[in-house]
């Protein structure tokens, strides 16, 4: 199993390293002070806890969490406080503004690792549960939801960075004539199939494909013109021909086949992100209509 990864943010030396020592069961990440502790939540991989000094030259503990907390990326990710302030109201501020636990110097080791192996465990399970409610139970690739958030999300950030944004719509063709020769179970079979292969043809980190329904799929590529996103819908209709799911239908080849409408358009504020979709389908009826098996491609 994976090990957690911690950062623990200290002005000491000592107690930084005295705390690795301490968590030596876990990956840690260490910070001298709120504004290192900052650029690397920009930068990396995001913890599974932060343990947060309050008292630290320029930004102390409770205006790191503050942001921490005000920020979509890392909101999620639980803070305990372990530092030398002891009194009640010091304590109250630092649960009051998101922290999950408040440790007082001088501390016990064992105490420590217990809190947060409890703080851990609890974060854990809200992963699973998180994950669990975003991957669509049959295809285990990101669901109708997550496609809706991610999408906000990267139609946003290509608003903001002035960067071209694609999307393509992806439809079996004729699944319920497939569903009714083979039955629901081999048509199960070929969307989990069909799934995996397209997911198997996005080579870029942030390239994201979710279930949109039925047997609709789509995929969302970040900084990406007409041309990036023909060549990907193109990359995925013939690897899906290449599975050769066998498909005996009144017309065409003899075998599963998919139909793709991709849509690329440089966002701009004054348009919804739905926008894009009701494009990106609009190219997907054109592939419909023009005999299936192909794909259509349009940008703004």
Known sequence: MEKNTIMVVDDQTLN??????????????????????LKILEEEILPDLILLDILMPGMSGFEVIK??????????????????????????????????????????????????RNTLKYRN???????????????????????????????????????????????VDQ??????????????????RIAKTIKSCLKRPDDFVARYGGEE???????????????????????????????????GDPWLTISLGSYSSMPNAFRKENSLIEKADACLYKAKHNGKNCTVCEQE
């Open 16 to 37: 930084l390293y005295l705390l690795k020592d301490v968590l030596n069961e876990y990956k840690v990440i260490l910070a001298k002070d709120g504004e290192q502790a």
């Open 67 to 116: 942001i921490i907390k005000d920020n979509d990326r890392t909101r999620d990710i639980p803070v305990i406080f372990i530092t030398g302030l002891n009194s009640a109201e010091d304590e109250e501020q630092g649960l009051n503004l998101g922290a999950m636990d408040y440790i007082v110097k001088p501390f016990n080791p064992a105490i420590v690792r217990a809190r947060i």
């Open 125 to 171: 399970q809200q992963k699973m549960l998180e994950t669990m409610v975003h991957i669509d139970g049959l295809t285990e690739i990101p669901n109708r939801r997550n496609f809706d958030i991610i999408l906000d999300r990267e139609y946003k950030s290509a608003v903001r960075n002035k960067r071209w944004l694609s999307l393509i719509m992806i439809d």
């Open 175 to 192: 699944f319920k004539h497939y569903n009714d020769n083979y039955g629901h179970a081999k048509g199960d079979e070929a969307l989990i």
């Open 217 to 251: 799929f789509a995929v969302i590529l970040p900084d990406t013109d007409e041309g990036g996103g023909r060549k990907v819908a193109e990359n995925i209709r013939q690897a899906i021909n290449s599975l050769r799911i066998k498909h005996q239908k009144p017309e």
